[in-house]
Nanobody, 123 residues
Framework: QVQLVESGGGSVQAGGSLRLSCAASGSMYSAYCMGWFRQAPGKEREGVAA????????VYADSVKGRFTISRDNAKNMLYLQMLSLKPEDTAMYYC????????????????WGQGTQVTVSS
């Protein structure tokens, strides 16, 4: 099990971009699948993107396809989420996770969570 620490959140205007980072304290080879989830106030937690760290295969929520890109740097034990063309509806707390494989957007598969980083998109 790895320890996860997110960073990179902030406030941007609609159409802007942010890059979230997640530092894993242990080797990411011990975490074959990792993902990003988000939760807005009053809404259910939503899977955003997930990746199989060994092969790089990915899965995305329909709401972010074509705008968000999940990636990893195994040598640096880092997970990233590049977010482009941000919309107000992307406003949420974003969480990095370690999860069971295959990579899915189901929070029931996640067994380690970071503390979250806030993303706020204004119109």
């Amino acid at each position: 099990q790895v320890q996860l620490v997110e960073s990179g959140g902030g406030s941007v205007q609609a159409g802007g971009s942010l890059r979230l980072s997640c530092a894993a304290s242990g080797s990411m080879y011990s975490a074959y699948c990792m993902g990003w989830f988000r939760q807005a106030p009053g809404k259910e937690r939503e899977g955003v993107a997930a990746i199989y760290t060994r092969t790089g295969s990915t899965v995305y929520a329909d709401s972010v396809k074509g705008r968000f890109t999940i990636s990893r740097d195994n040598a640096k034990n880092m997970l990233y989420l590049q977010m482009l063309s941000l919309k107000p509806e992307d406003t949420a707390m974003y969480y990095c996770t370690e999860e069971r494989c295959p990579p899915t957007l189901n929070s029931a598969s996640a067994y380690s969570w970071g503390q979250g980083t806030q993303v706020t998109v204004s119109s």
